[in-house]
T-cell receptor, first 116, second 114 residues
Framework: DAGVIQSPRHEVTEMGQEVTLRCKPI?????LFWYRQTMMRGLELLIY????????DSGMPEDRFSAKMPNASFSTLKIQPSEPRDSAVYFC??????????????FGPGTRLTVL | AQSVTQLGSHVSVSEGALVLLRCNYS??????LFWYVQYPNQGLQLLLK??????LVKGINGFEAEFKKSETSFHLTKPSAHMSDAAEYFC????????????FGTGTQLKVEL
């Protein structure tokens, strides 16, 4: 299995620009999670989907952030407009059989975002 | 609401020495508990998890953890540290109640010295 695939691996952009991060979950998994990791705040859950439906987006910082999952094999996290404080590593994770809370989450390699 | 506390943001051990990384949790429902490891410039990967049954859980790379309900703890141990164990370790608790949202601790950076 190829694992969770994220692109790009690195992104450098200027303040005000739109940024789109992409994620392909493991085939057959039906839960998808977006996390943000920074030195100051650690690992934060931004949003998660079950069966392509957003379940909890309480971690999304503000309206500048949006996430979509148009089908079971693809999700995007968009930041528009980007700000320097959005600089972080963004992880996507997927799991099989949501519900019960026992499921292992499989993480992608992350996208390192730098906003100048 | 669930929460996780990891005591010690940095732990240093000698190669061959015991590794002990501490995790205490707070949960209003029977918890599911996880330890994940993150190597430099990589995503997190599961070391082990406790769901039900035996309270001593064995994971990959010789790690194990014991769920102690009375102490609300889930400490991670390894009898003999290896240089390759140097990484950041995260304890996490599931929200339970049918949901699969994880709450992570702040992480412990493990350094292994010769």
């Amino acid at each position: 299995d190829a694992g969770v695939i994220q692109s790009p691996r690195h992104e450098v952009t200027e303040m005000g620009q739109e940024v789109t991060l992409r994620c392909k979950p493991i085939s057959g998994h039906n839960s998808l999670f977006w996390y943000r990791q920074t030195m100051m705040r650690g690992l934060e859950l931004l949003i998660y989907f079950n069966n392509n439906v957003p379940i909890d987006d309480s971690g999304m910082p503000e309206d500048r952030f949006s996430a979509k999952m148009p089908n079971a094999s693809f999700s995007t996290l968009k930041i528009q407009p980007s700000e320097p404080r959005d600089s972080a590593v963004y992880f996507c994770a997927s799991s099989l059989n949501p519900g019960g809370g026992q499921d292992t989450q499989y993480f992608g390699p992350g996208t390192r975002l730098t906003v100048l | 609401a669930q929460s996780v506390t990891q005591l010690g943001s940095h732990v240093s051990v000698s190669e061959g020495a015991l590794v002990l990384l501490r995790c205490n949790y707070s949960s209003s429902v029977p918890p599911y508990l996880f330890w994940y490891v993150q190597y430099p410039n990589q995503g997190l990967q599961l070391l082990l998890k406790y769901t039900t049954g035996a309270t001593l859980v064995k994971g990959i790379n010789g790690f194990e953890a014991e769920f102690k309900k009375s102490e609300t703890s889930f400490h991670l141990t390894k009898p003999s540290a290896h240089m390759s164990d140097a990484a950041e370790y995260f304890c996490a608790v599931s929200e339970g109640g049918g949901g699969n949202k994880l709450t992570f601790g702040t992480g412990t950076q493990l350094k292994v010295e010769l």
